[in-house]
């Protein structure tokens, strides 16, 4: 039986009837005037959706109609997605992505943030405002606050995109963001642009800082860049996304390079050449490179490089997708202090090994007879196996080696998405052998990734 509203049947019988064949409703979430949301489950696919009935006498009816038709023509994991829009002479209905999660609003009202989350979320905001900017037709938000913002185990939406508008329609836009964060431009009659977006950004920053346990000294750094973005004058405001996310990161990648144990890590990893290849696809080797990048710029290493060696270009789209580009002379994607070099040839990759990088990690990809030569050209050789039974015997590569050298010094094997009880049916191949935990954003490792590093590149080095 469906749960639905008897008053949703006054109007429109033949597209409820439509909408009624295809879900199965399950609970009023929100009641208004102006629109009734459901969630609701596909019948065939059991997966749920949020259904919107907008009366079309609703003065806001116009607008979130709008909102659907922008929504729809967007691709981003980290906005919701509108599955279909249907409509009789009295209502409008729409179907779209559920997001299960919280609000960061309610987020704030349970607990304060850690220093860790702070960054991971904020940024992550960040990332989808510069999307919605370099867009070939930019679209402004207009209304960045906790409430809109949507919180899924450490992924982050940004849903209600009512108040957003196209850059053609700015200057007729409806200006109706939440007035405590909202630039001045918006409440004036000025012209809106991408700055009017990175001013609720600056203020989005100091409401998050106001529930976050930081040290009083990253606080402060960080206020000072919020107050940037919140200058009354448009003109001395950080002027985009990215620069605002290169200057949020420059602070998180120093403070969290500070202690002791770091900087001897860093020390010892200096100058070193890292070699990561796959005994088969699908064991996460580019996962491990891009984490292993992100801790060595978490230990503080200035300038580190990622040379993607194995054909396959995965990197490279990866940075195309973030929109970086690539540097005029080395011909590197660059991000922050990691120079990404794909799809180079010989004399680059040479010309790589003889600049002055802190320390380079090779990309080998899932070839070990193409990827042996250049192995052992490294200091740290890492091997990406997977944990399923079926697929240990692909381990038998670290005996046929052992019958060529003397020992295996510098050699690890990293077991994808194992634990410690999935690595005791391993053999004993003369080499460590370290569960790699999931990682689901290995440019900005968790702490538990972080730990992992720690603690195996300490085994190989010592």
């Known amino acids: 039986m469906n749960s639905f509203p008897v008053s949703f049947f006054k109007h429109g019988k033949e597209v409820n009837q439509i909408i009624l064949?295809?879900?199965?409703?399950?609970?009023?979430?929100?009641?208004?005037?102006?629109?009734?949301?459901?969630?609701?489950?596909?019948?065939?696919?059991?997966?749920?959706?949020?259904?919107?009935?907008?009366?079309?006498?609703?003065?806001?009816?116009?607008?979130?109609?709008?909102?659907?038709?922008?929504?729809?023509?967007?691709?981003?994991?980290?906005?919701?997605?509108?599955?279909?829009?249907?409509?009789?002479?009295d209502y409008t209905y729409i179907i779209e992505q559920f997001i299960e999660g919280e609000s960061l609003e309610a987020v704030f009202k349970k607990r304060l943030l850690?220093?860790?989350?702070?960054?991971?979320?904020?940024?992550?905001?960040?990332?989808?405002?510069?999307y919605l900017h370099t867009l070939p037709e930019k679209i402004y938000y207009l209304d960045l606050k906790p409430g809109n913002i949507i919180i899924s185990e450490e992924e982050v939406y940004l849903v209600d995109f009512g108040s957003a508008t196209g850059r053609e329609d700015a200057s007729e836009g409806l200006r109706s963001g939440t007035k405590e964060f909202c630039a001045p431009e918006m409440e004036n009659g000025g012209v809106l642009n991408e700055r009017t977006d990175i001013y609720e950004l600056g203020m989005l920053l100091k409401k998050m800082l106001g529930h976050s346990e930081i040290s009083t000294v990253t606080e402060r750094k960080l206020l000072r860049i919020a107050d940037k973005a919140c200058k009354k004058a448009v003109w001395n405001r950080i002027s985009t996304a990215d620069i605002f996310i290169r200057m949020l990161e420059r602070i998180r990648d120093g403070e969290t390079a500070g202690s002791e144990k770091c900087r001897k890590l860093s020390a010892a990893l200096e100058g070193r050449r890292i070699g990561v290849m796959g005994l088969s696809r699908g064991n996460g080797t580019t996962t491990v490179v891009l984490a292993l990048a992100g801790y060595l710029r978490h230990l503080g290493l200035k300038k580190i490089c990622v040379a993607e060696l194995s054909g396959r270009d995965d990197i490279a789209g990866l940075m195309k997708e973030q929109g970086c580009k690539r540097d005029e002379v080395t011909k590197a994607y660059v991000k922050g202090n990691i120079h990404y070099l794909t799809g180079i040839s010989e004399q680059q990759r040479l010309r790589a090994l003889n600049d002055n990088y802190d320390c380079m990690i090779f990309d080998l990809g899932s070839e070990p007879k193409s990827a042996l030569s250049t192995m052992?050209?490294?200091?740290?050789?890492?091997?990406?196996?997977?944990?399923?039974?079926?697929?240990?015997?692909?381990?038998?590569?670290?005996?046929?080696?052992?019958?060529?050298?003397?020992?295996?010094?510098?050699?690890?094997?990293?077991?994808?998405?194992?634990?410690?009880?999935?690595?005791?049916?391993?053999?004993?191949?003369?080499?460590?052998?370290?569960?790699?935990?999931?990682?689901?954003?290995?440019?900005?490792?968790?702490?538990?990734?972080?730990?992992?590093?720690?603690?195996?590149?300490?085994?190989?080095i010592q």
Request: hydrophobic share 40%.
């Open 376 to 460: 052992w050209l490294c200091d740290i050789r890492i091997v990406t196996a997977g944990a399923a039974p079926w697929r240990r015997k692909e381990l038998d590569f670290f005996t046929k080696l052992k019958g060529t050298c003397r020992d295996l010094k510098g050699w690890m094997i990293f077991a994808n998405l194992a634990d410690n009880k999935s690595l005791a049916g391993y053999g004993n191949y003369g080499v460590g052998i370290w569960p790699f935990p999931a990682e689901p954003d290995p440019g900005n490792p968790k702490k538990e990734t972080i730990q992992f590093f720690e603690k195996a590149l300490k085994s190989c």
């Open 114 to 130: 850690s220093e860790r989350e702070l960054f991971l979320y904020f940024i992550r905001i960040c990332y989808i405002i510069r």
């Open 21 to 89: 064949e295809r879900y199965r409703f399950v609970s009023v979430l929100s009641r208004h005037s102006h629109s009734t949301v459901w969630l609701a489950e596909h019948k065939m696919l059991g997966l749920k959706r949020i259904v919107k009935g907008i009366p079309k006498v609703s003065p806001y009816h116009d607008r979130l109609v709008r909102e659907a038709h922008l929504l729809k023509n967007l691709n981003s994991p980290n906005i919701p997605i509108i599955y279909d829009v249907e409509e009789d002479d």
